[in-house]
């Protein structure tokens, strides 16, 4: 991995940043930075454009995902606050923040679970499932333009390699499906 660096029309800034530790430390094996240092890139761009497409939808990226996974549970559209919290891989504290603005904004409302009288369930509202609708539309959107670049087999090939990293590094993360 420690070589030269590519000519400035095909090089990245991740690529700029790997030429600089080749110059810094060369005895490192900075190889597993190339692939790593992209994806937090990636994903802090993805983060930023999908926040600037969601807030005029009047909901963060924290809400959609609450909404989101509401959502694609299908109907009744309803979960516990733990089973969201477990999903979404957040504290209970995190939750009920979430929680209390999506209920503040008439996106969600907390009912007393007919099954265990000591818990409450969250559904999605009518107003949640239009506009879950409508973020759902705007964030994949934002997906399909940031891997417009690549061809179909090429985005199914690298879908392909990160599920075979997830498999092999995801089995034991909390909310990870378990075989």
Known sequence: MNKL???????DYVDHILS???TARPDLPIAPMAVFSRLFRLQAVASRDIDRSLRPLGVNPGEFDVIATL???GPP???SPQQLA??????SGAMTNRLDRLEQAGLVARQPNPDDRRGIIVTL???GRQTADAVLRAYLDILDRM??????????ALAGLLRELLLAHDRHAPGAIKP
């Open 77 to 79: 559209h309803a979960l």
């Open 71 to 73: 959502t694609r549970h």
């Open 5 to 11: 660096p590519l000519p400035v029309d095909q090089a």
């Open 86 to 91: 477990e999903s979404l891989l957040l504290s």
């Open 147 to 156: 891997l417009a670049p690549l061809a179909p087999d090429r985005r199914e």
């Open 20 to 22: 600089q530790w080749c």
């Open 125 to 127: 509202t009518e107003l």
